[in-house]
């Protein structure tokens, strides 16, 4: 056979079948069957798309759209159907394109025609979306639970550590002497704010859409109420046309996903920075760590690298929804296919990081006397001296003035030149900013506390 003939033949279209049986004459072209398929991916939604079925012919029973009998015969045929696939007695297959018809299959083998039944007043098209906000509300509650464990680890840490001192940076230049538990708690405070962000989300993604149909609802007497209770949801979607293409609630999602990778990449590379020669400030826990395949002697920071490294890709992922999500007219559009990749990257490149950064913290040993020594810099007593000379009555531009002509003059780096004796020590002048909000032993601790009841309080 001429090559050009045996490709023609091997692409040959089947015959029409499954769900494009009656309108379509010829089946897809195998090239296209694959690239439509989302099966190799969205099988990971068989469970909550099992959970909406059940839901939803359990109404159709109740709502006697279709006999009582068979909604039950169905009702235990999902049920099966989803034992089997959990335990892997069913292999899901590739051919048949998405979860959703692989199941409604899976259930024909158990129960027969009457399968089909199902479907009834309803479309994938709000199938999926479903099984979606079912799918982000459970990730949700595993994402603040990975967050509070994080918080813990880093409280934890912050308490074991308030006595030692070790300069605080800006611009990555040494600025003040702080705690390093004050800086802990920095971490802290933005791992409680991005649980709060994925908390505030739930108002908005805590609504019902199975019922919008394809678009435009359904002629069925459908009790749309009953089902968003049998599923946990407090309401039902307002309008259609919106529930079937909104991703907005997946979006969201995926920018707080960004925040945390954000927050854990700053603390990822201060401790890189920490646990170098250069600084000596922290060693890192072997068990987080990797050697060199040529160099003995290293100690590589992989763990919090990877970290760092990873947040790019949940970048990717908001960026390419928000790109897809774009240009799309209401109302479901094929695009939406691409809204699950990116969010189970997301999801599982998030609930990994901060478990790692959560486990690593614990085994940090801090070295007291190398963040001390280098806390001791003269140079760092600079801003102490000026508000000292402002007390007296100089205007602080004044101070600010003459304490850096006389930093200039004696060298930056040494701050020499200075009085000895009038140079207060890291303690005194950590123990200085003893306000709610300071580094000094007593504001750290209340910090602590506080954090340890908002701790107490959401585990409940």
């Given at each position: 056979?001429?090559?050009?003939?045996?490709?023609?033949?091997?692409?040959?279209?089947?015959?029409?079948?499954?769900?494009?049986?009656?309108?379509?004459?010829?089946?897809?072209?195998?090239?296209?069957?694959?690239?439509?398929?989302?099966?190799?991916?969205?099988?990971?939604?068989?469970?909550?798309?099992?959970?909406?079925?059940?839901?939803?012919?359990?109404?159709?029973?109740?709502?006697?759209?279709?006999?009582?009998?068979?909604?039950?015969?169905?009702?235990?045929?999902?049920?099966?159907?989803?034992?089997?696939?959990?335990?892997?007695?069913?292999?899901?297959?590739?051919?048949?394109?998405?979860?959703?018809?692989?199941?409604?299959?899976?259930?024909?083998?158990?129960?027969?025609e009457v399968a089909g039944k199902l479907h009834t007043a309803r479309s994938r098209n709000d199938q999926v979306v479903l099984d979606l906000r079912l799918y982000v509300k459970a990730q949700v509650d595993l994402v603040r639970e990975a967050l509070l464990k994080l918080m813990k680890s880093l409280v934890d840490k912050a308490s074991e550590e308030i006595d030692l001192i070790m300069p605080g940076y800006t611009h990555l230049q040494r600025a003040q002497p702080v705690r390093p538990a004050h800086h802990l708690m920095a971490y802290s405070e933005m791992a409680r704010r991005d649980w709060?962000?994925?908390?505030?989300?739930?108002?908005?993604?805590?609504?019902?859409?199975?019922?919008s149909a394809a678009l435009a609802g359904t002629t069925f007497p459908i009790d749309r109420e009953s089902v968003a209770t049998d599923l946990g949801f407090s309401t039902v979607s307002a309008n259609s046309m919106d529930a079937v293409s909104d991703r907005?609630?997946?979006?969201?999602?995926?920018?707080?996903?960004?925040?945390?990778?954000?927050?854990?990449?700053?603390?990822?590379?201060?401790?890189?920075?920490?646990s170098t020669e250069e600084f000596g400030f922290c060693t890192l826990p072997d068990e987080f760590c990797s050697g060199s395949s040529i160099m003995?002697?290293?100690?590589?920071?992989?763990?919090?690298?990877?970290?760092?490294?990873?947040?790019?890709?949940?970048?990717?992922?908001?960026?390419?929804?928000?790109?897809?999500?774009?240009?799309?007219?209401?109302?479901?559009?094929?695009?939406?296919?691409?809204?699950?990749?990116?969010?189970?990257?997301?999801?599982?490149?998030?609930?990994?990081?901060?478990?790692?950064?959560?486990?690593?913290?614990?085994?940090?040993?801090?070295?007291?006397?190398?963040?001390?020594?280098?806390?001791?810099?003269?140079?760092?007593?600079?801003?102490?001296?000026?508000?000292?000379?402002?007390?007296?009555?100089?205007?602080?531009?004044?101070?600010?003035?003459?304490?850096?002509?006389?930093i200039r003059g004696s060298g930056a780096e040494s701050g020499k030149g200075v009085e000895k004796e009038t140079l207060p020590g890291p303690e005194d002048m950590v123990e200085a900013r003893s306000h709610k909000g300071g580094t000094a032993r007593k504001a750290v601790k209340e910090h602590i506390r506080a954090t340890r009841r908002f701790l107490a309080a959401k585990r409940k």
């Open positions: 056979m001429d090559p050009k003939e045996r490709k023609k033949s091997s692409r040959k279209s089947k015959k029409s079948s499954g769900i494009r049986k009656g309108r379509f004459k010829a089946g897809m072209d195998p090239l296209f069957e694959k690239f439509n398929s989302s099966i190799s991916f969205d099988r990971r939604l068989f469970r909550e798309d099992i959970r909406g079925s059940i839901a939803h012919v359990k109404m159709l029973g109740r709502q006697g759209i279709i006999p009582h009998n068979e909604a039950r015969t169905i009702e235990e045929g999902l049920k099966q159907v989803l034992a089997d696939i959990a335990g892997g007695k069913v292999q899901l297959r590739d051919d048949l394109e998405d979860i959703h018809v692989n199941i409604e299959e899976a259930l024909k083998s158990k129960v027969g709060e962000r994925f908390t505030d989300a739930v108002d908005r993604l805590d609504q019902m859409p199975l019922g907005d609630f997946v979006v969201e999602f995926l920018f707080n996903c960004a925040m945390v990778m954000m927050h854990l990449s700053r603390l990822a590379e201060e401790l890189i920075l920490w003995p002697q290293k100690k590589n920071p992989d763990a919090c690298e990877l970290i760092r490294g990873k947040t790019g890709r949940v970048y990717g992922d908001l960026t390419a929804l928000l790109t897809t999500m774009k240009g799309l007219p209401l109302a479901y559009n094929k695009d939406l296919q691409e809204d699950k990749e990116p969010l189970f990257d997301a999801v599982d490149t998030v609930l990994g990081s901060v478990g790692i950064m959560g486990e690593l913290i614990p085994g940090i040993r801090f070295h007291k006397e190398s963040m001390l020594t280098a806390a001791s810099d003269q140079a760092l007593a600079a801003t102490d001296l000026a508000d000292s000379l402002a007390r007296q009555g100089v205007p602080f531009r004044e101070a600010h003035s003459r304490i850096g002509a006389i």
